[in-house]
């Protein structure tokens, strides 16, 4: 009975060398490869990937006609890009985007809020895939590449993989995240939360409008999700559905470019705290009311905004940042006191508890300028507090090996911005990828990234995801 089996993997393993196996087996050579090894209980070849620059071509000219092409779904004129969530707009990015995985070979299926996913099979299917994206919404007048290059990058990942000869045994998935701006309904990395199993988000969404009082569920409708109005729950992936999630991601920072530096590998990723503040006075006229009896709602605010910077900066720590972005003054007349003051305050840091400490002490601010200048603090209100993330070890080792591997400079560094990584923590190992960006500018019709730049993220992008994909 050994002789026969011997004999008979004999003769396989001959076929396997004198023949074209491809030819014979199509797309079922994988799974005949594996049968083979099973059988024979040896591996019939060593998994390989690309290891050397040589075996690693992006066409990046191809690439770089797609964020041409993508940023040409606009609502507001070139250079600036404007694509609001389930816009028309946004629709026809969303199609194009599925348009391009398919003609890379992956298989495209979308969940009931829009997240779109395109799988490349690996010849171990049963196996927690790794996945690799970002997101395509832009805010208004903005540019071309904040999440465009992690999502069309994959893609073109994707490709290089499959050019380079490389067989994935994990599964390797692109995914293009639904909303990851707030501009729409408020809610920033929309697709990720709910991915990340937030019940809340889930329940929130089915009373949410717009400032034009379209409800979540209708707009999602008009944009061929009708699922949504359903249970979200159906979005949530369990603990684990994911063997990594790495994210390509221009910097959206200055550190790289003045540094000279190819690569950016993230080991952290700062969360941010919003704070809604409000003061009340009394108001009256700018000319009649007397400075000594005043209750300037205005100047309680400015109080508090110097404050919040004081507060930040006696952190001690370059990680811990705060910005007063909205102030608002009512009635915003030239002649007339302030009788109210909204502020609201972004607060972020790789240090939760020393983010938290930060956001107690400007509360405690809060209660002693509004006694001082005797207003009302009628409003005090942290409107979240997401906690940071910590990049996964074997992820950045894999991407700090990439880049040895392709003789490009790497250094560690924290993203101060947020990115849909944050919540795919919550899922499974996390992990970014930096490439440089001019000046530093995001958010700005300015915002660019070299082609060369490009694809040297593309490259470590590939090479790291090959790694993960044969763990």
């Known amino acids: 009975m050994m002789a026969l089996r011997f004999s008979l993997f004999i003769f396989i393993f001959s076929l396997y060398f004198i023949c074209d196996l491809p030819g014979i087996f199509g797309h079922d050579e994988d799974k005949t490869i594996k049968t083979m090894e099973e059988f024979s209980g040896y591996p019939i070849h060593e998994p390989k990937y690309p290891s050397s620059l040589s075996s690693l071509s992006v066409n990046s000219d191809t690439l770089q006609k797609q964020i041409e092409e993508l940023a040409t779904f606009s609502d507001s004129p070139a250079p600036s890009v404007t694509r609001i969530l389930y816009s028309e707009k946004d629709v026809l990015a969303r199609s194009y985007i599925k348009d391009l995985m398919e003609l890379s070979g992956l298989s495209v299926r979308e969940d009931a809020v829009g997240n779109i996913f395109g799988r490349w099979n690996g010849y171990e299917p049963e196996l927690a895939p790794v996945l ?54 408020g809610i920033s990395c929309l697709g990720s939360r709910l991915l990340a199993g937030s019940v809340q988000l889930a329940e929130l969404l089915k009373k949410t409008v717009d400032s034009q009082n379209i409800s979540f569920s209708d707009a999602a409708k008009s944009a061929g999700y009708a699922n949504a109005k359903g249970d979200l729950s159906e979005v949530f992936l369990k603990k684990g559905s994911y063997f990594a999630f790495v994210e390509l991601h221009i910097e959206q920072g200055p550190i790289l470019e003045k540094e000279g530096t190819s690569i950016g590998v993230v080991t952290a990723i700062a969360a941010p705290a919003s704070i809604k503040v409000t003061f009340e006075g009394n108001g009256g006229h700018a000319g009649a009311a007397l400075m000594p009896e005043r209750n300037d709602a205005g100047l309680a605010a400015a109080e508090l905004a110097l404050a919040v910077e004081k507060h930040v900066l006696d952190s001690g720590s370059i990680d811990t940042v705060g910005t007063v972005g909205i102030l608002k003054l009512h009635p915003g007349a030239i002649n007339s006191i302030p009788s109210m003051a909204h502020l609201e305050i972004d607060t972020r840091d790789i240090d939760e508890r020393r983010r938290n400490l930060v956001i107690e002490k400007i509360h405690q601010s809060a209660l002693a300028i509004a006694k001082k200048r005797k207003v009302t603090l009628s409003e005090f209100e942290i409107v979240n507090q997401d906690p940071p993330a910590l990049s996964d070890e074997s992820i950045t080792k894999a991407t700090e090996l990439a880049c040895q591997e392709l003789n490009l400079t790497h250094k560690k560094m924290i993203s101060r911005a947020y990115h849909d990584s944050l919540f795919m923590a919550r899922v499974s190992p996390m992990g970014m990828i930096f490439i440089p960006c001019y000046k530093g500018y995001s958010h700005k019709p300015e915002e660019f990234s070299s082609v060369e730049d490009i694809a040297n993220g593309v490259k470590v992008l590939a090479l790291t995801l090959a790694k993960l994909s044969l763990s």
Do not use: C, Q
């Open 132 to 185: 690799t994206g970002s997101h395509v919404d832009a805010i208004p007048y903005s540019g071309k590449y904040d999440g465009v290059v992690g999502v069309l990058g994959a893609i073109e990942a994707i490709n290089v993989l499959k050019w380079s000869g490389f067989k994935p045994k994990r599964s390797l998935e692109v995914i293009m995240f639904t909303s990851e701006e707030p501009t729409r309904f």
